[in-house]
């Protein structure tokens, strides 16, 4: 590659960088900088959530360096989203892009800015995309994007852009530091869903559940693929798993159609505003025989499980 190839690219990077960083903000919980965020929309501001440990006194720092308020309108901590409020302020809005035109090997830079106002920017290649996954708290992630660059501290909650300068996620920080991205329809999702009732609606089923093994003599005499289940160890009364005729004792084996394992099975099929008011079947293991019931998904209040 030729000097004048690399002077190229470099200040290509670097005009990339600037346009783009004039849509990222840092976020500021009182006096600690916690993270950084993108103005998403014209006066939403989306972040990293896992970082928000509280949400009092949080302000965000412009690119032209000034620190003003912003209101908390919801968070869902299942995809780690958080979304803001800025009003009265002149901001240019993200160029959002399409993550599902990411390969392996694009380059991509990941943006942060400081509390002082700094941008800063750090460049890798995208390492691995998959198909759609859900995080250890049951969000619903419609793509795994793993880019290959170092989230220092403040990069949480900023944007992945890439080579045309397009953002196509939110990066955050996935097992042992590594990065992941939401892309942008999850973010996109969540922002419609906080917007239109300031949380994220999760199916709900009103039981206290533990993972149980099955025998072996019974999966034999009942033709059970499945190596285990879920035992129900609490009815809430009323709750729509006591509608439905859910007893204590009863073995949860499969779920709308799909074995359960482990109660994060549940309730990773439990975590989607889609399955609220929906009618599913629930194959129940009850005495030593199979039933079938039908359970209508209720909405899961604030703070309680499955």
Request: neutral net charge; glycine residues 12%; charged residues 20%.
């Amino acid at each position: 590659m030729s000097s004048n190839t690399l002077l190229a690219l470099s200040q290509n990077l670097a005009d990339t960088v600037e346009q783009a960083g004039q849509t990222v903000v840092a976020v500021n919980i009182g006096r600690r900088i916690s993270s950084s965020g993108i103005h998403w929309r014209h006066g939403i501001i989306v972040t990293s959530d896992e970082l928000l440990q509280r949400y009092e006194e949080i302000t965000v720092t412009l690119p032209d360096r000034r620190i003003v308020p912003v209101t908390i309108l919801g968070r869902d901590a299942s995809t780690d989203v958080a979304v803001f409020q800025l009003q009265n302020v002149e901001l240019p809005v993200a160029k959002i892009g399409d993550a599902t035109t990411l390969k392996v090997g694009h380059l991509v830079l990941g943006l942060a800015r400081s509390g002082e106002g700094d941008i800063k920017a750090a460049m890798g290649a995208v390492s691995v995309v998959s198909g759609a996954w859900r995080s250890m708290s049951g969000g619903n992630i419609d793509s795994f994007i793993r880019p290959d660059i170092t989230l220092y501290r403040g990069f949480a909650g900023g944007p992945l852009v890439d080579a045309a300068g397009n953002v196509v996620g939110m990066n955050t920080s996935g097992r042992r530091g590594t990065a992941l991205t939401i892309p942008e329809t999850t973010v996109n999702r969540v922002i419609e869903q906080l917007l239109a009732k300031g949380r994220i609606a999760k199916g709900y089923l009103g039981l206290g559940m533990q993972p149980v093994r099955l025998p072996e003599n019974l999966k034999t005499s009942l033709n059970l693929t499945s190596s285990g289940g879920v035992i129900v160890v609490n009815v809430e009364a009323n709750g729509p798993a006591y509608s439905a005729g859910v007893l204590l004792g009863d073995v949860l084996i499969s779920f709308d159609g799909t074995f359960v394992n482990d109660t994060a099975d549940v309730l990773a099929l439990l975590n989607s505003s889609d399955r609220v008011g929906k009618n599913v079947k629930a194959q129940i293991l009850r005495g030593g025989t199979l039933i079938e019931l039908t359970i209508a998904i209720g909405e899961k209040p604030t703070d309680v499980g499955g």
